[in-house]
């Protein structure tokens, strides 16, 4: 699975022009996501997404609109942006 870089993920959500309340949560959760690859000590792809998503609703038990926060932080690598 082709690995996915996100080392400039920081300037990509300034690009974004995201509210700052937003943008802080997102940054929240690309960090969390990223400690989660090197945890697992798996590259960033798509699966790996979709592995913290699956890891992260079971552990966290989110309500429906925070899990679609995470995913919504994480969408790039998720391939969906």
Same mark, same amino acid.
Do not use: M, N
């Given at each position: 699975m082709k690995e996915l870089h996100f080392s400039d993920w920081h300037q990509c959500l300034i690009r974004y022009r995201l509210p700052q309340r937003q943008r802080k949560s997102f940054e929240i959760t690309i960090r969390w996501f990223l400690g989660f690859c090197r945890r697992s000590r798996a590259q960033?792809?798509?699966?790996? /997404? %979709?592995?913290?998503?699956?890891? /992260?609703? !079971?552990?966290?038990?989110?309500?429906?609109? !925070? @899990?679609?926060?995470?995913?919504? /932080?994480? !969408?790039?690598? @998720?391939?969906? %942006?």
């Open positions: 960033v792809t798509t699966q790996s /997404a %979709r592995d913290f998503i699956e890891w /992260a609703s !079971r552990e966290k038990e989110p309500e429906s609109w !925070r @899990l679609e926060d995470w995913k919504e /932080a994480i !969408r790039p690598a @998720l391939g969906e %942006r």
